[in-house]
């Protein structure tokens, strides 16, 4: 209601200042996803409702940069760094030094806090953003003697009171821009008592400090993926099963590996678009009744309701060959959103904000967050999912629509003046 009507008039503080209604009498176009249930009374009412403004390309403005470019020979030697510091951290505990203070003398050499790190193994605290949560994940939260991370950090640095003997990295890529740059791959870390090596994939960003000297903003690390196990139905059965949440979250898990993999198949100069034509069979209804899609980035057709439609807009116009005609009508619109215009995706993590399970079919609603593989910069969408089981048993999505996060949108003056803003600028306003 609040929503409809104004959180002004429905007296309610939480929405005050964000829900206004509209008054001026403009037409507007909005995109929409309902969906319809015929309820308890036998009256048909609304379940389901996705509503965005149709999708708009963002310009970003460049910010001003360091003058010292970055190097190949610069990450590297931040990598043998980094690699050095969890030796030196682990000798420190083993000869029942000041670990912590060795840690905290790494960090700051090594680290440009007020950045984002993802440590592999935290679980309750996924994110670090400060110096503190990050030293916590590195040297234990008994170290520390922070609440907030007891039983959660056992202190990687020191493996838990192992120790590492080695740590070696494997870059997959290393992509320099400028004053920053981007580093993929895997480090092999050796546990100093068993002699066990233990394989973690990262992402890391350097940039150049103020003081000249290389840091990490980024770092995102993670355990190499394993697909679950889970029992299958089969037959008959298989097609009448009802659905569960965890048929959702399945599929959820299989759509953001399918675009990984077509990723992957770009940046190694494979046949990205066969792989793409594969999960799409897999993930998608096509062919098996309809199906509702309306990509986030979709401009001129927002709508796509056939198979060739959407691979169009995964892999881009350019690329699908399945219509002639249509292949013309999509190029200049379809960069291929599965391998992010050829940056590609490094990650996909859904975060359902409610699941609803209806015999055989069922609904997700929420946002999934993209990481950028070349960037390491997360793009927040917003989706809403259909899905069905289809004869054969399967799981399918038979209703996507997917929206870039609402943005109230300010008017930009034609003629923007070049001169950098100062804080005495600010003080004079």
Not at 188 to 198: K, L, N, P, R
Not at 272 to 281: C, D, P, R, Y
Not at 408 to 426: F, G, H, Q, R, Y
Request: glycine share 10%.
């Amino acid at each position: 209601m609040s929503y409809f009507v104004g959180g002004e008039a429905m007296h309610d503080e939480k929405f005050l200042g964000e829900d206004a209604g509209a008054t001026s009498g403009d037409d507007v176009t909005v995109q929409y996803t309902f969906g319809y249930k015929r309820c308890g009374d036998g009256k048909v009412r609304i379940c389901l409702h996705h509503s965005s403004v149709p999708y708009q390309v963002v310009c970003e403005v460049p910010k001003a940069v360091p003058s010292a470019l970055m190097t190949e020979n610069d990450i590297h030697e931040a990598q043998k760094a980094w690699g050095n510091a969890i030796k030196a951290i682990t000798k420190a505990h083993q000869d029942k030094q000041d670990f912590v203070g060795v840690a905290a003398k790494a960090a700051g050499e090594l680290y440009a806090y007020g950045h984002g790190i993802k440590p592999t193994k935290a679980t309750r605290n996924p994110f670090r953003p400060t110096a503190g949560d990050a030293m916590s994940y590195f040297v234990g939260g008994e170290a520390m003697k922070d609440d907030k991370f007891k039983g959660e950090d056992a202190g990687f640095a020191i493996n838990g009171g192992r120790g590492w003997s080695e740590v070696v990295f494997r870059n997959h890529m290393i992509d320099v821009r400028g004053t920053t740059a981007h580093a993929m791959g895997e480090y092999i870390f050796t546990d100093s008592m068993t002699g066990d090596d233990v394989t973690v994939q990262y992402t890391f960003g350097y940039k150049r400090c103020a003081d000249g000297k290389v840091r990490i903003c980024l770092h995102h690390s993670s355990v190499p993926f394993q697909a679950p196990t889970s029992p299958k139905v089969s037959g008959a059965a298989a097609a009448t099963a009802l659905l569960t949440e965890n048929d959702v979250h399945e599929a959820q898990k299989a759509w953001g590996n399918a675009i990984k993999a077509i990723t992957k198949s770009h940046q190694q100069k494979q046949d990205f678009v066969a792989t793409a034509a594969k999960a799409a069979g897999e993930l998608y209804g096509y062919g098996h009744g309809n199906v509702l899609f309306k990509p986030t980035k979709a401009t001129k057709n927002p709508f796509r309701p056939t198979a060739g439609d959407a691979m169009s807009y995964f892999v881009g116009g350019r690329r699908w060959r399945g219509n002639a005609r249509r292949e013309v009508y999509l190029k200049g619109e379809d960069a291929g959103f599965a391998i992010n215009g050829g940056r590609g995706w490094s990650e996909v993590v859904f975060r359902n904000h409610m699941i609803s399970c209806d015999g055989l079919s069922a609904h997700a609603i929420g946002e999934y967050i993209f990481t950028d593989a070349t960037s390491g910069d997360d793009v927040t969408v917003q989706y809403t999912f259909g899905y069905k089981r289809c004869g054969d048993g399967k799981v399918r999505i038979c209703l996507h629509h997917s929206s870039v996060p609402y943005q109230v949108v300010c008017e930009v003056p034609k003629a923007v003046p070049s001169a950098l803003m100062t804080e005495n600028d600010i003080h004079e306003a």
